[in-house]
T-cell receptor
């Protein structure tokens, strides 16, 4: 199984809503990532979890709250988002970096989020 | 200066053409290098890893030049299905994964 599964595929939410994005992988990867991608731009890193602990937070606003319940699951909780947060949210996973070697990322198909 | 720079294109080429993309990176300590392909409204998919010795996969050849700090991707005998955005990815220590802006390729009949 070389898949990273993301749900939902599409999400429309109002600025007062609370919603969650979900990501799952069964490749035994112990690093999981959230990326945000705007149209015609490259993915931008938001968060990284390594061995279920938050390793990187790229100064993301607190209205985005990540959670890693176990080694296979990654969530992104959304609250009080702004219209400019509309984007494609991509989950990825990889083996954690070992000395001198970094492993490639596998991406899920993403959640296309629209904030009204 | 951006950490990873790519020519955004677009590159418009006829079927059967050979096309080459370059990507430069600024951090000499960068450790791993990849080319990803992304279709419109889809996720990036790994095309190939890039090594100093060069590597080839069918019509695709990737090369790393550490001295000049650039990586390249060569596509031979372009197909219509090669039309996509090609993303250069550089990993510099730990989880620091940096994407280039992407190069758009259009292959036309």
């Amino acid at each position: 199984d070389t898949e990273v599964t993301q749900t939902p595929k599409h999400l429309v939410m109002g600025m007062t809503n609370k919603k969650s994005l979900k990501c799952e992988q069964h490749m035994g990867h112990r690093a999981m990532y959230w990326y945000k991608q705007k149209a015609k731009k490259p993915p931008e890193l938001m968060f990284v979890y390594s061995y279920e602990k938050l390793s990187i937070n790229e100064s993301v606003p607190s209205r985005f709250s990540p959670e890693c319940p176990n080694s296979s699951l990654l969530n992104l909780h959304l609250h009080a988002l702004q219209p400019e947060d509309s984007a494609l949210y991509l989950c990825a996973s990889s083996h954690p970096p070992t000395t001198g070697v970094n492993e490639k990322l596998f991406f899920g198909s993403g959640t296309q989020l629209s904030v009204l | 200066r951006k950490e990873v720079e790519q020519d955004p294109g677009p590159f418009n080429v006829p079927e059967g053409a050979t096309v080459a993309f370059n990507c430069t990176y600024s951090n000499s300590a960068s450790q791993s290098f990849f080319w990803y392909r992304q279709d419109c409204r889809k996720e990036p998919k790994l095309l190939m890893s890039v090594y100093s010795s060069g590597n080839e996969d069918g019509r695709f050849t990737a090369q790393l030049n550490r001295a000049s700090q650039y990586i390249s991707l060569l596509i031979r005998d372009s197909k219509l299905s090669d039309s996509a955005t090609y993303l250069c990815v550089v990993i510099t220590g730990g989880f620091k994964t940096i994407f280039g802006a992407g190069t758009r390729l259009f292959v036309k009949a």
